[in-house]
């Protein structure tokens, strides 16, 4: 008999869809663990910094995916605290430079084969919530449930924007939906593991969406589907 796996829900979509904030939220609801993928490019592209290794070095990049140093720590109502050879880089990690340098070292094959079996032992028991690209693509194609989020450029870029401003950084809307466009194409025409929803996922349209109400819908598929037994978890837990 095939063992049963631990559950998997899988979140894709571009950048500023609101997947982080979503899947964070998701996982805490059903109590699953939960996987930020981009989290993971964007670590190798600053340890590729770190290490003066060019983000076109697909060999050196590779063993780099290799051996990466990174924990990833728990932490309650917030995203996870992310350290990469002992120095805590939770935040420096969401700048728009890494982000862009995330996406040019995730088009080469030889770093996203290296980064595969990393993101596959999140899989743990009582479930999962994966985040990323090619969740429901490639690193978890047999997922229960498979969720694909939209929203458009100008909605992403204004997000994006807020979160900027929150931080004291100035940036013109121009810019930022310049930037997303070009990001989108590169993930989007990438050779492997591009940007594309799953052939059996759901798409959710974020646009003039709360992050809550993007959760309510994904629970509600989840009901309608009854592919596992969360259900009293979530009768019980208000948002
Ligand atoms: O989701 P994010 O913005 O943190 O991701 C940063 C970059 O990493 C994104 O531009 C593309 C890449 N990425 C990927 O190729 N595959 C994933 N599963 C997650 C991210």
Known sequence: MIPRREPVITIDGASGTGKGTVSQLLAKRLGWKFLDSGALYRVLALAAQKHSVATDNEKSLEVLAEHLDVQFIARDNAFPTIVLEGEDVTEIIRTEKIGNAASVVAALPAVRAALLSRQRVFREAPGLVADGRDMGTVVFPDAELKIFLLAT???????????????????????????????????????????????????????????????????????????????????????
């Open 153 to 239: 450029p100008e909605e992403r870029a204004m997000r994006r924007l807020k979160q900027l401003k929150e931080q004291g950084i100035s940036v013109t809307l121009g810019d930022l939906i310049e930037e997303l466009r070009l990001r989108d194409k590169r993930d989007q025409e990438r050779t492997v593991a591009p940007l594309k929803p799953a052939e059996d996922a759901i798409s959710i349209n974020t646009d003039h969406l709360t992050v809550e109400q993007v959760v309510e819908k994904i629970l509600q598929e989840i009901d309608l589907k009854k592919a596992f037994p969360v259900t009293s978890t979530l009768a019980t837990e208000a948002v």
